[in-house]
């Protein structure tokens, strides 16, 4: 990675940028995309060096930066692993990135990682445990963080807080800002049966700093039908119409399109920016006038 260096760019606006992807780093390079931002998964740059590092570093200076975290692993009874903090804090000294976020999720236990982002219970016991492990990254990075909802698949039967609750209650306690999923929102409501309106109205508007969208699969089976968040499809009708209530009821923020598998053209991913972007500048014209 760079030495440290200071990059003049102006900081993420209130706009749609696109998840910065090894198979695009040329072209983005080389076209200057129309992007608000570009958003990187920390750990794809830990190590040192090489071609990751060499266009990052040539892109943060064409544009603003979101670090957003998959390994932390920030709801595991395991200590925080402070060698994955100690390079995390590497990067943001390097890059100086605007946001840097995690997600409420665990995927540890013993020293062995999983390659999931697993739900927790939502109770006041974990809030707290979330909480704890919170202060201890923003006081370790001398930097606040975003967390992030997450998708998930089961329920568990000890849990007594709706998701919204949960969600509301770590980000107050912990005094953090929130990355909303709109797509997570959308396959929770669809996959537990809530009302995805009811967790938008009752999330503090004024945490949200940032927020993502995806496409997601669609599965049937004899018992029902389930919806994945696979990040492998355009954003589909009903999430946008989510992302239009969200921009309503909260304002213009900046907004990310998450696309990990099945990586189509950079074009098609600019394009669902633009289509974020639209969305933003006609839903707060129409809630200013």
Request: with cysteine; hydrophobic share 35%.
């Amino acid at each position: 990675m760079p030495d440290r260096e200071f990059f003049t760019c102006d900081p993420i606006p209130a706009s749609a940028g696109i998840g910065l992807r090894g198979p695009h780093y040329r072209e983005v390079v080389e076209s200057s995309p129309k992007v608000g931002f570009l958003e990187v998964h920390s750990e794809n740059y830990f190590g040192r060096g090489g071609v990751p590092h060499a266009y990052l570093e040539r892109i943060r200076r064409d544009y603003p930066l979101s670090f957003h975290g998959v390994g932390l692993s920030l709801g595991s009874t395991d200590p925080l692993d402070r060698d994955h903090l100690r390079r995390l804090g590497q990067l943001i000294d390097a890059y100086q990135p605007d946001f840097v976020s995690e997600h409420l999720s665990w995927g540890s236990f013993g020293g062995r990682y999983l390659n999931d982002l697993l739900p927790l219970p939502y109770t006041e016991e974990v809030v707290n445990h979330l909480v704890e492990r919170i202060h201890q990254v923003q006081d370790i990075l001398e930097r606040p963080i975003m967390v992030e909802n997450v998708s998930c698949y089961l329920e568990f039967e000890h849990s007594h807080l709706s998701e919204w609750e949960f969600v509301a209650s770590v980000a107050e306690s912990a005094d953090c800002d929130l990355l909303l999923d709109i797509n997570n929102i959308y396959v929770n409501a669809h996959n537990h049966g809530f009302s995805a309106g009811d967790f938008l109205h009752r999330v503090p508007g004024s945490r949200v700093r940032e927020i993502h969208l995806a496409g997601h699969t669609i599965k049937h089976y004899d018992q029902g039908t389930i919806i994945i968040d696979t990040h492998d499809h355009r954003v589909c009708p009903q999430v946008w119409a989510l992302y239009r209530e969200a921009i309503a009821m909260y304002g213009p923020k900046p907004t990310l399109i998450e696309w990990d598998s099945d990586l189509p053209e950079l074009d098609v991913l600019v394009d669902e920016a633009n289509i974020a972007q639209s969305v933003m500048q006609e839903t707060d014209h129409a809630r200013v006038a």
